[in-house]
């Protein structure tokens, strides 16, 4: 995928979100991203891998866990900072970026 065209798609779903490098791959920041989230809205930084991370094909990282949701959440240490991710895997790295975060985000639903 172009990483390019993924970011332009990924600023008209959140204009705040900006792409960094980690490990010399793209990964994409949603700074302030509001969801859903076991029906109340959430507002909290996200972090993107459209890539494999960790042993999954890729992630989203959140910067807290959500209670009640998502499943074995783990600590990470990814883009210079500590990162929350539950256990879901499956979301395929051939997805364009938007469908993937949306596939991450159901983990949380």
Known sequence: ???????????????????????????????????????????????LVPQAHSGYATRLFFERQIGGRGNNWAQHYVAGKSWWAPSWKDVAATLSWTAMLCAHLRAVA
Not at 1 to 25: C, F, I, N, S, W
Not at 28 to 44: C, I, N
């Open 1 to 47: 995928m172009d990483a390019a065209t993924e970011m332009q798609r990924m600023q008209a779903l959140h204009d705040k979100a900006v792409l960094l490098q980690e490990g010399g791959q793209p990964a994409v920041l949603l700074p302030e991203f509001r969801f859903k989230a076991a029906g109340r809205d959430e507002t909290m930084n996200l972090l």
